[in-house]
């Protein structure tokens, strides 16, 4: 037996995914902002041993591509 709190949330989670017809969750990237190429920097971090947050500003710029 299904109890009605269930119901709701059932309900809620429709009401809430009716919002998303093509089932896209995701706000459109800033045009302008630069592009991070995540490959090529999550092989550099594996490489040093090191995690994004202690890349330097001048090596984080190599993995950013602007336009």
């Known amino acids: 037996m299904i109890r009605k ?4 949330i059932r ?9 998303f ?3 896209v969750y995701a706000i459109p ?7 991070v190429k995540v490959r090529a920097l999550n092989d550099y971090c594996k490489e040093k041993g090191i995690t994004p947050e ?3 500003a001048e090596e984080m710029e190599q993995f950013l ?3």
């Open 5 to 8: 709190d269930e119901n709701l």
């Open 11 to 19: 309900k809620e989670i429709e009401e809430f995914e009716n919002g």
């Open 21 to 23: 017809p093509d089932g």
């Open 29 to 35: 990237r800033d045009p302008k902002a630069p592009r």
């Open 54 to 56: 202690d890349l330097t």
């Open 65 to 67: 591509e602007r336009k």
